[in-house]
């Protein structure tokens, strides 16, 4: 019998289509963030060629004019194929156009148009409870089989995964490598897995660069990325794009940019993107004081590509071990009696390459302040700013200790 969590209800905020009186919008006009994280530019080192994403979400319909030929549905491994290509709502389609859409016939410009998306369908918010309900893979199956594909990014744009079963699958998909990316949440609480450990959770920002309303503060956040007024489908009919907001196209974009950086170091491995994300992130606060709103920063995979000799430092080195309670990859070696992989090179936390602020302390989502900063090629910087309007999440411990993720 399946077991109903708590994803009942967790798409009502960061679905498409759900905003009241939301009117049909042209999607790529909507698209604000591709010129300022210079897209163009970044399309001529790497546009995600060869990088596999796996969309657990609410199934992906792969014949949108966006995304014809780039929906790998023959990839999904046959435990959790129910109903991958048959969307319920709208939402997981538009988490694929997020990723790798064409653009063409109006859709959706992807921001790593040279990926493929593996999709996975699991019961979310628009799938009544009945036949179809119960045949849709369990969360944790379909994370199982993701982990199972070939893809190197799991994107999950959903919350509620809260079982034994989910934490265990997470732990599973992380001990194979995979990336992993989900949706800090929209109403001020931190949803599962984001909260989870080798999960990286992602908050939601506006073109200002302001913390989203309703974007949680605490523990969790890793990174940020655009998540106000960004356009999906409005339903499931597949007739329109309407703008929305929440945390689930800031996960899908920020997957996107980890494709992007993967694509143009396929030999990199988890630990190595994940510090190199990390480390070029926009802040303007320390490294090892993330912002208890937005983590480390705004994601800025353009830094890493203008760079051929970005150096991600150690293979074998969990940039968010501390956080994690440890490195799964390093223990999961150790049990097998693995030899520990040799460095590639110094740990990437230089100067260089991680940009430094002042601000001490979380960005408050109620009255941060952001601007663009110009780099030395007239391109933007992305920083976060406003020290003003810092507010410091302390819960009982001190402003300059760094988050560690709690384990249930």
Same mark, same amino acid.
């Given at each position: *019998?399946?077991?109903?969590?708590?994803? &009942?209800?967790?798409?009502?905020?960061?679905? =498409?289509?759900?905003?009241?009186?939301?009117?049909?919008?042209?999607?790529?006009?909507?698209?604000?963030?591709?010129?300022?994280?210079?897209?163009?530019? *970044?399309?001529?080192?790497?546009?995600?060629?060869?990088? /596999?994403?796996?969309?657990?979400?609410?199934?992906?319909?792969?014949?949108?004019?966006?995304?014809?030929?780039? =929906?790998?549905?023959?990839? =999904?491994?046959?435990?959790?194929?129910?109903? %991958?290509?048959?969307?319920?709502?709208?939402?997981?389609?538009? *988490?694929?156009?997020?990723? #790798?859409?064409?653009?063409?016939?109006?859709?959706?410009?992807?921001?790593?148009?040279?990926?493929?998306?593996?999709?996975?369908? &699991?019961?979310?918010?628009?799938?009544?409870?009945?036949?179809? $309900?119960? /045949?849709?893979?369990?969360?944790?199956? %379909?994370?199982?089989?993701?982990?199972?594909?070939?893809?190197?990014?799991?994107? *999950?744009?959903?919350?509620?995964?809260?079982?034994?079963?989910?934490?265990?699958? =997470?732990?599973?998909?992380?001990?194979?490598?995979?990336?992993?990316?989900?949706?800090?949440?929209?109403?001020?609480?931190?949803?599962?897995?984001?909260?989870?450990?080798?999960?990286?959770?992602?908050?939601?920002?506006?073109?200002?660069?302001?913390? +989203?309303?309703?974007?949680? %503060?605490?523990?969790?956040?890793?990174?940020?990325?655009?998540?106000?007024?960004?356009?999906?489908?409005?339903?499931?009919?597949?007739?329109?794009?309407?703008?929305?907001?929440?945390?689930?196209?800031?996960?899908?974009?920020?997957?996107?940019?980890? +494709?992007?950086?993967?694509?143009?170091?396929?030999?990199?491995? #988890?630990?190595?993107?994940?510090?190199?994300?990390?480390?070029?992130?926009?802040?303007?606060?320390?490294?090892?004081?993330?912002?208890? $709103?937005?983590?480390?920063?705004?994601?800025?995979?353009?830094?890493?590509?203008?760079?051929?000799?970005?150096?991600?430092?150690?293979?074998?080195?969990?940039?968010?071990?501390?956080?994690?309670?440890?490195?799964?990859?390093?223990?999961?070696?150790? /049990? /097998?009696?693995?030899?520990?992989?040799?460095?590639?090179?110094? !740990?990437? !936390?230089?100067?260089?390459?991680?940009?430094?602020?002042? !601000?001490?302390?979380?960005?408050?989502?109620?009255?941060?302040?952001?601007?663009?900063?110009?780099?030395?090629?007239?391109?933007?910087?992305?920083?976060?700013?406003?020290? %003003?309007?810092?507010?410091?999440?302390?819960?009982?411990?001190?402003?300059?200790?760094?988050?560690?993720?709690?384990?249930?």
């Amino acid at each position: *019998m399946r077991t109903v969590s708590a994803l &009942v209800g967790a798409l009502a905020t960061v679905g =498409v289509g759900l905003a009241p009186g939301a009117g049909a919008v042209d999607a790529q006009s909507s698209q604000w963030y591709l010129e300022p994280m210079q897209a163009e530019k *970044m399309w001529r080192t790497s546009t995600g060629e060869g990088v /596999k994403v796996a969309v657990i979400d609410t199934g992906v319909k792969p014949d949108t004019p966006s995304l014809k030929g780039q =929906v790998l549905a023959d990839e =999904v491994p046959e435990s959790a194929s129910y109903g %991958a290509t048959d969307d319920y709502s709208g939402h997981g389609t538009s *988490m694929a156009e997020l990723i #790798v859409g064409t653009g063409k016939g109006g859709g959706i410009q992807g921001l790593a148009p040279g990926a493929k998306v593996i999709p996975f369908r &699991v019961a979310l918010e628009g799938l009544k409870q009945g036949p179809e $309900y119960d /045949k849709t893979t369990e969360t944790w199956d %379909a994370l199982r089989a993701a982990a199972d594909s070939d893809a190197k990014i799991i994107s *999950m744009s959903f919350g509620g995964m809260t079982t034994e079963e989910d934490d265990a699958a =997470v732990e599973y998909a992380a001990s194979k490598g995979k990336l992993l990316v989900a949706a800090l949440g929209n109403d001020g609480f931190t949803d599962s897995p984001a909260d989870t450990p080798y999960v990286i959770g992602v908050a939601s920002v506006d073109s200002s660069i302001k913390v +989203a309303e309703g974007s949680p %503060a605490g523990d969790f956040a890793d990174l940020a990325g655009p998540g106000v007024s960004i356009p999906g489908w409005c339903d499931a009919t597949f007739t329109s794009y309407c703008n929305a907001n929440g945390s689930s196209f800031a996960t899908a974009l920020a997957a996107a940019s980890a +494709a992007l950086i993967w694509s143009a170091h396929p030999d990199w491995t #988890v630990n190595q993107v994940t510090r190199a994300l990390v480390d070029t992130a926009g802040r303007e606060w320390p490294k090892d004081d993330p912002s208890k $709103y937005l983590g480390y920063g705004f994601v800025r995979p353009r830094i890493v590509l203008d760079n051929p000799d970005y150096d991600a430092g150690k293979p074998n080195v969990d940039p968010l071990a501390e956080e994690n309670g440890g490195d799964l990859l390093a223990k999961a070696g150790e /049990k /097998k009696g693995e030899a520990t992989p040799a460095p590639s090179g110094s !740990s990437a !936390s230089t100067s260089s390459q991680a940009p430094q602020g002042g !601000s001490t302390g979380g960005t408050s989502a109620a009255g941060s302040e952001a601007a663009d900063a110009t780099s030395d090629d007239g391109g933007s910087l992305w920083y976060i700013l406003g020290p %003003a309007a810092v507010v410091i999440v302390a819960a009982g411990v001190g402003a300059a200790v760094l988050r560690a993720r709690r384990a249930r």
